[in-house]
């Protein structure tokens, strides 16, 4: 359910920019916007920063978030005739780890565009060059010292023969580097998310409370496959 309701709403997100994206081809919008459009629809769901010259900057519903998240000045600036002055909040490139470290402390997701071609005549090439998340940071200057960082992998499993279901479980500790790979029953999956919820300080019983009951929780792992981060 959880992961089905993510999934729609990244659709619906890409639709947007998608819908963006054919009218910019109509209605003048610039190279650098139609660019920034492009990377977005590649990763709706993240804060996308994109690097312009010695600052990242964000557009649309993004600067509105990181204005609100960081504490920035939300402005805007013309991209186009059709759409008008967009909404804008940017931050200097060189403290970038400081409000990603921000950003993902509060849950989101991000996208960072980088120049990857000299600037000169024309519009400078840009692509996506690292996509992190809470659960994904690669970063020293990211991690919190004392603090386990849990990346869990999630796959449901039925045996042919009496149509139970099995759970492969993976773990992988980005901190330390300890993994484990298993193959659980519904208690043995309780059990071992139990194990790691409890050493990143997170009550299990809230977490099943939070779904209802523990049989509701499996149903919402129960999609193929679910990324805990």
């Known amino acids: 359910m959880v992961k089905n309701l993510a999934t729609v709403n990244s659709i619906s997100e890409s639709m947007q920019v998608q819908k963006k994206l054919s009218s910019a081809q109509a209605n003048d919008l610039t190279p ?17 920063f994109f690097r312009m010259g010695d600052f990242y900057e964000t557009f649309d519903d993004d600067a509105k978030v990181i204005s609100a998240e960081l504490g920035l000045a939300l402005t805007s600036r013309p991209m186009g005739k059709s759409e008008g002055r ?30 990857v071609s000299e600037p000169g005549k024309g519009l400078v090439d840009r692509r996506i060059v690292r996509v ?29 023969s009496s149509q139970t279901t099995l759970w492969g479980f993976a773990a992988c500790d980005v ?20 194990r790691i919820f409890d050493k990143i300080n997170i009550s299990t019983n ?21 990324i805990f981060s």
């Open 32 to 48: 650098a916007r139609r660019q920034y459009l492009n990377l977005k629809s590649k990763n709706p769901n993240a804060i996308l």
């Open 86 to 115: 967009i909404p804008l909040a940017g931050i200097p490139y060189h403290q970038l780890d400081r409000y990603l470290d921000r950003l993902l402390n509060a849950g989101h997701k991000v996208a960072i565009a980088e120049q």
């Open 132 to 160: 992190v998340t809470p659960g994904t940071v690669d970063s020293d200057s990211l991690f919190t010292a004392g603090v386990h960082n849990w990346l869990c992998s999630i796959l449901a499993m039925t045996e042919n």
């Open 175 to 194: 901190t330390t580097g300890e993994m484990e790979m298993q193959i659980l029953t519904d208690e043995g999956l309780i059990n071992e998310l139990s």
């Open 206 to 226: 809230d977490v099943l409370e939070a779904a209802g009951t523990k049989w509701n929780f499996l149903n919402l792992v129960n999609s193929n496959e679910k």
